[in-house]
């Protein structure tokens, strides 16, 4: 058990609809890493939140968005669903900032099948 | 940018036998490498991880040294279980904060 925790485990939805997946890091992490991992494109990087600030972008599309809570949680809303949406969601989280030698822990993920 | 190439697999074989899956990448300055694990139906859990060249990281009878001659970062077990079957993502983080992923290998150990 790494520590991070993500709800729902499992989410089943239709096109065109949104959805928020809900990320809470390690006790004492300060970053949140959010990463889509799906057949075709493997994992991809995201998007991170460090102490409640956007800190870096990666390939995120502009129907997703998220953010960073007071308390370190992190929510990742993912709106106008399409089938390629669907694909399993890891959020992770570090102590620092990310800097090279910070461990990245993930959580279980979240199966998002858009129907 | 930062890549990560790993062997393809699907890698089979069996109880007590030597594993290598190969990794190597490219990256600008000094990268950290990382391995992950990830077991059927679970998430990614960090199997080892290496900061600087030459290090050696080790976990579980599991090993990989950072070569930066030959950008590399093998994995190596000695004698690998049926418990080890699982899928294995070489990683590295640079100068940015993202992780840069390879694509992953299957292993599956038969008994």
């Known amino acids: 058990d790494s520590g991070v925790t993500q709800t729902p485990k499992h989410l089943i939805t239709a096109t065109g609809q949104r959805v928020t997946l809900r990320c809470s890091p390690r006790?004492?992490?300060?970053?949140v890493y959010w990463y889509q991992q799906s057949l075709d494109q493997g994992l991809q990087f995201l998007i991170q939140?460090?102490?409640?600030?956007?800190?870096a972008k990666g390939n995120i599309l502009e129907r997703f968005s998220a953010q960073q809570f007071p308390d370190l949680h992190s929510e990742l809303n993912l709106s106008s669903l399409e089938l390629g949406d669907s694909a399993l969601y890891f959020c992770?989280?570090?102590?620092?900032?990310?800097?090279?030698?910070?461990?990245?822990?993930f959580g279980p993920g979240t199966r998002l099948t858009v129907l | 940018g930062n890549s990560v190439t790993q062997m393809e697999g699907p890698v089979t074989l069996s109880e007590e036998a030597f594993l290598t899956i190969n990794c190597t990448y490219t990256a600008t300055g000094y990268p950290s490498l990382f391995w992950y694990v990830q077991y059927p139906g679970e998430g990614l859990q960090l199997l080892l991880k290496?900061?600087?060249?030459?290090d050696k990281g080790s976990n579980k009878g599991f090993e990989a040294t950072y070569r930066k001659e030959t950008t590399s970062f093998h994995l190596e077990k000695g004698s690998v279980q049926v418990s080890d079957s699982a899928v294995y993502f070489c990683?590295?983080?640079?100068?940015?904060?993202?992780?840069?992923f390879g694509k992953g290998t299957l292993l599956t150990v038969n008994p």
């Open positions: 006790s004492g992490d300060l970053s």
């Open positions: 290496a900061t600087k060249a030459d």
């Open positions: 990683a590295l983080k640079g100068s940015n904060y993202k992780l840069t």
């Open positions: 992770a989280s570090s102590v620092e900032a990310g800097r090279g030698t910070d461990t990245q822990y």
């Open positions: 939140y460090y102490n409640g600030e956007e800190r």
